[in-house]
């Protein structure tokens, strides 16, 4: 399989995206390149390709020094000196790519497809017989300008209440927001810094990577992570545990509610080691590498190990405080010892983890080829099955081989590179548990190994960590990691480059794919240079211009200029956990229906079944979106009002007897709605300003059609009020004015995204 990155990133700074083609010939690299080159050509003809003894050998821009645009020129000229080239009165660049003078790449393109077609035009327009133009082929006369041009970025005081509500799910401190008013964004790295050591982000962290792994979802009871094998008499120790001091009517409850957290308590492992790596300050490769585990009060009965690590506790009766321990090598019940030549278990981070393996379970057929398969998605970003060619004829290519995954060309590709990590893993079961497989592991297959390095024999009893000493240093390592903290930051993956060359919008699509791209590898430098701290990574991209992006100084005209800010911006959905942490800052309380019944309906995960956030509203998201304003109204402003005004969370410039009339009480009302859109908001907007006028109107709308009416309650209604509570006098209808305009203010697209 081709290595989708070659070498090491090496930029360490941000530079500046091109506005301009980097070559002479725009149509060139507009075209045979974005379209032909680097998507076909480049596979092989590289200096470590199967090509690479061709006389056409092409530079990948990785490949070049940081800066240099030669490699561009370089690969113009291979392209003309092979469009140049005759046999018989064809170019022999046209020949080798419908498979002619036996290219050894075979038949790349069809001649009536379009890569075939921009070829020729190429070869025309070197060999000066282009008479007559189809305008089908005029090359767009788009002149690019710079990426971030006319892209309007947050204030730092906005991207500050950006930062504190997405990473530590509160609002910005005084003290904070003083100092970004005196520095601006030089001030945002020691903020960040500090953020970075709060419980709230590492419960944000943990996550935004369940996102990813996935671990919480194990289906069954958690305990069934522990091999009855080898953890027999410890796995369920809650069966026995001694609950003499609490009243026997009460024992069998309190026992289920022991074995309940001791299965939360397991599940959260995986994540907690996550946590600990970044809250130390460790490299974050000991995802794959860590030689030890994360253990809690009660998770470490599971594993038989309490009494060795009890001491490393504060609490040992706190379920879930964990600490580092490592395990002895298993001892199945048979007597039989797992091999160790260190005297300790192989841990190996994730790659070890029962929890990993078990998530992911495998069968007979599968032979462990979906553990391959997320390997190289969680810790390399590659998706193998986007890279597999489809088999056409899946039949014939069965009954034309014998081993079809190792002979069929189609089916090598990917099987050279996927089985041999899979027989990396060949000491777990399909369960996940520590149990090789009787009678060996296939021979059907390619041998165990990585990127075709073969395991050697002596380390197959540490095979996971053979695996994970290789792929820490793998360069696509760095890149895998920094894309998962974009994803978590933005809450969408990162772009792909796009496939379709006959998609009129290619060009824009690619250029902002371009633009991600060479963020991301920058980002990824300075990880990789910062020892592989991912606090890092997450600084980098908070103050990325991508992640500042808040929109267009003009509307974009140009449809190639709009589909490259097509993705620019987080401009995403809250989550339901987001959205319950921001209530929670903004009110001082969440709304616990959101906790519970509806995260799933809102757009939740459980990490087994619903495995992706939902982040386009859905119908009943609207719905839930309007009982979570009218409730969260009711409840809080007639009691933020009976508080001191130097106490109130949403009204501490105004009294309920304010009513809208003379100048002076409407400028009181507007500024204590200007208020309410920063506190909500985050808006700072003047008191002249439209916004402000707008939400002024529904207060006096509210208060001048209930005067209209004759007999309206003067008090709050007893919902909102509270049944253990008084009802609040409401004699003006101030009280129900206000919550209109809170309700109003919670609904809007400002409040609800991130």
Known sequence: MDNPLHGQPKTTHATP???????????????????????????CHNPSG??????????????????????????????????????????????????????????????????YQILARFVRRVNGTETKVNPAEIPNDYNAPPF??????????????????????????????????????????????????EDAYYVRLKEGFNDIFLTLGIEENAEGILSYDHFEHTRLWYSNHDLSKIPEAERQRARWKLADVYRDALLREPLELIAHIVRNDRPFSELAVADYIMVSPYTARGYGIFNDVKDKFKNPDDPFEYVPAKLKPLKNRAGQTQESR????????????????????????????????????????????????????????????????????????????VDPVAGLFQDFNNEG????????????????????????????????????????????FPIAMVEHVYSILFGRKVLQAPEDIDDPMFLGK?????????????????????????????????LSEFYRADGLEAVAKHPRRKAELDDLGVVRLATPEQLGR??????????????????????????????????????????????????????????????????????????????????????KIRQQIVYLHQRLMGKEFGPKHPEIERTFQLFAGIIADAKAKKNIEPRETYFCGGQNEFRAEDPNYTLRAWRGVVTYLLRQHEFLYE
């Open 17 to 43: 995206i091109p506005a301009a083609c980097l070559s002479k010939d725009c149509f060139f690299e507009d075209n045979v390149w974005a379209k032909v080159g680097e998507r076909t050509c480049l596979k």
């Open 582 to 667: 921001k209530l929670q800052a903004i009110f001082g309380k969440k709304w616990e229906r959101l906790d519970k019944d509806l995260v799933i309906l809102y757009g939740g995960i459980d990490s087994q079944t619903v495995t992706e956030r939902n982040l386009d509203p859905s119908g009943a998201m609207g719905a839930i979106q309007r009982v979570m304003s009218n409730e969260m109204s009711c409840n809080h402003v007639a009691r933020d009002f009976r508080l001191e005004p130097s106490k109130r969370l949403l009204f501490p410039q105004i009294e309920p007897n304010v009513l809208p009339g003379d100048d002076a009480s409407n400028e």
């Open 148 to 197: 971030f041009e006319g892209v309007t970025m947050l204030s730092p005081q906005r991207l500050l209440r950006r930062v504190t509500l997405s990473l530590a799910g509160r609002l910005p401190s005084k003290e904070e927001l003083t100092a970004v008013e005196k520095d601006g964004l030089a001030a945002m790295d020691a903020i960040l810094d500090r953020i970075m050591r």
């Open 510 to 542: 690619r250029r902002a794919y371009r633009a991600q791209r060479r963020t991301i590898e920058e980002v990824a430098a300075r990880f990789v240079r910062d020892g592989f701290n991912l606090k890092t990574a997450f600084k980098a991209i908070v």
């Open 342 to 417: 260190t005297g300790m278990y192989p841990h190996a981070g994730f790659l070890s983890m029962f929890h990993y393996l078990r998530r992911y379970p495998t069968t007979e057929t599968n032979r462990n080829r979906l553990r391959a398969r997320m390997f190289y998605q969680h810790f390399l970003g590659i998706d193998v099955m986007q890279l597999a060619p489809r088999v056409t004829d899946a039949a014939a290519t069965t009954a034309k081989y014998k081993i079809p995954t190792m002979q069929a060309d189609e089916c090598v590709v990917c099987h050279k590179t």
């Open 433 to 476: 548990h520590l149990g090789p497989r009787k009678g060996g592991w296939y021979t059907d297959m390619f041998k165990p190994g990585f990127e075709g390095e073969d395991l050697p024999r002596d380390e197959r009893w540490r095979a996971p960590q053979w695996l994970g000493e290789r792929a820490v240093k793998d360069p696509r």
């Open 50 to 115: 199967d090509a690479a003894d061709s006389e056409f050998l092409l530079t990948d821009k990785n490949e070049a020094p940081k800066g240099d645009s030669k490699w561009m020129e370089q690969n113009l000229e291979a392209f003309r000196k092979m469009a140049k080239a005759t046999k018989g009165d064809q170019s022999r660049l046209l020949l080798k790519v419908t498979g002619e003078l036996n290219h050894g790449g075979g038949k790349v393109l069809k001649s009536d497809s379009t890569g």
